[in-house]
């Protein structure tokens, strides 16, 4: 079993940062690819970023891309997602994610709770 809690959302201003955490339990957590993935009010939950097992491939959501970077310490079982100049479209509910297949792009069957952020214009 794998549980994994998110933490750092809260309120900026547009152009400001964030770094996002997810603390994750399980022997096995450290094989699993991760992401982050996001839902706004009204829409659908989308990725966002996503990390192999071993943090040597990346991949980002074209909207993020040069501004978002995501990371991993396996021997501390954390998952980052540091978030720069951020727009009041990144405005959502931010979710861990692992399990996944696609090096963590798609969706696997372990989410966190969630984390909001908010980008004030």
């Known amino acids: 079993q794998v549980q994994l809690v998110e933490s750092g959302g809260g309120l900026v201003q547009a152009g400001g940062s964030l770094r996002l955490s997810c603390a994750a339990s399980g022997r096995t957590v450290s094989r699993y690819a991760m992401g982050w993935f996001r839902q706004a009010p009204g829409k659908e939950r989308e990725f966002v970023a996503a990390i192999s097992w071993n943090g040597a491939l990346t991949t980002y959501t074209d909207s993020v891309k040069g501004r978002f970077t995501i990371s991993r310490d396996n021997i501390k079982n954390t998952m980052y997602l540091q978030m720069n100049s951020l727009k009041p479209e990144d405005t959502a509910v931010y979710y861990c994610?692992?399990?996944?297949?696609?090096?963590?792009?798609?969706?696997?069957?372990?989410w966190g709770q969630g984390t909001q952020v908010t980008v004030s214009s």
């Open positions: 994610n692992a399990g996944g297949s696609g090096e963590g792009t798609i969706a696997g069957p372990y």
